[in-house]
C-alpha cells in the first residue's frame, strides 16, 4: 500500500489493478499474476484446507436454509418498498405486488426483523398499499446456503500452533 501510495497517489495518478499486481511481484520477487488470474479474475476457488491447514485451523462447510422471499426491496417510505416480484415465488403466492410498503414483520419493525430466522416459516407482514394497511401472511420459501467457518485442528503441530499464535496476536 505503501508504494502504491508513493508512486502513483502522491503524483496525482490513479492506478490499475495492474499497477498493484506489478508492485506487490516487484516487492516479494514473485509472480502472482497467475494467482489473479485464477482467484480473483477467474472462478478457481483456492484449497482453502491446504492454506488453513498451514496454522492448524480447518475449514467447515455447513449446509444450512436461507429464506427465499421472492421479491426485492429498498428501504423507502418508513418500511422496505417491494421494488421487484420473483414469478412463481412466495411473494407472489401471498399476493404482494411491486410498490407495496412492508411496514411491519411479525408485529415489529421491519428494519429490526430477523430475516435469516425466517427460512420455511409463515410470517406475518403489515402492507401499505395505496394507503391501505393489510396484514398479508406469507410463507417463506427456503433454499439451502452454505456456510463457512473455521475450526481450530486439535492435533496441530508445534509449527501449526506457532503460526496460528502468532496470527491471533496480530
Known sequence: ???????????????????MIAIINRLTKKDYNDFYNKYVFGTDVPDYDRIFGYAGYKLVKKAEPSPDFGFSIRPRNGGFTITGIETGGAAAAAGLKVGDVITKINGGSPFEAPFGTFAGKEIKLIVNRDGVETEMPIKVGS???????????PDATAKQKAIRDGWLKR
Open 1 to 19: 500500500m505503501r508504494a502504491l501510495y508513493h508512486e502513483h497517489y502522491l503524483k496525482g495518478r490513479g492506478y490499475t489493478t495492474a499497477d
Open 143 to 153: 433454499r439451502e446456503s452454505i456456510a463457512f467457518s473455521l475450526s481450530e485442528i
